[in-house]
């Protein structure tokens, strides 16, 4: 018998852009790094990673591409109305597709299961589950 596949739901802000990740994620991260915080207006972001065949989205996007501290393109899809950043797509690993957990309509992913850029990690920061942590 063939298990069914899990699929997830995600909009922005307005409604105008829908996202459908089917299947589970290869992994969730917590980023510290400041392009990060500045994305989420908070201290952190946090992510999943899908192969791109996982993920389809209906509605329009707005792109911005910048460049990363490891000097490869980052380029953010977001939503021309809201602005609710919907995906990221890394020129380094063309083959995922990044996508923010906020957006999603379920609560239902993994724990992430590593935490990146901890050198700007603010202080008061804290995690009661186990991942790996790098500077």
Known sequence: MEQQQKIRMADCSCGQVNLVC????????????FECQKRTGSVFGVQARFYK????FSGDL???TRIGDSGNEVTYSFCPRC?????????AAPEYRVIPIGVFNQQDL????FSVYE???HGWVK?????EHYL
């Open 22 to 33: 089917r299947g589970e994620p290869l992994r969730t991260a917590v980023c510290h790094c």
């Open 53 to 56: 065949e996982q993920v389809s």
């Open 62 to 64: 707005v792109e911005y």
């Open 83 to 91: 602005s609710t950043t919907m995906m990221l797509k890394l020129q």
């Open 110 to 113: 993994p724990t992430p299961s």
């Open 119 to 121: 050198e700007r990690i």
């Open 127 to 131: 995690f009661d589950c186990q991942m």
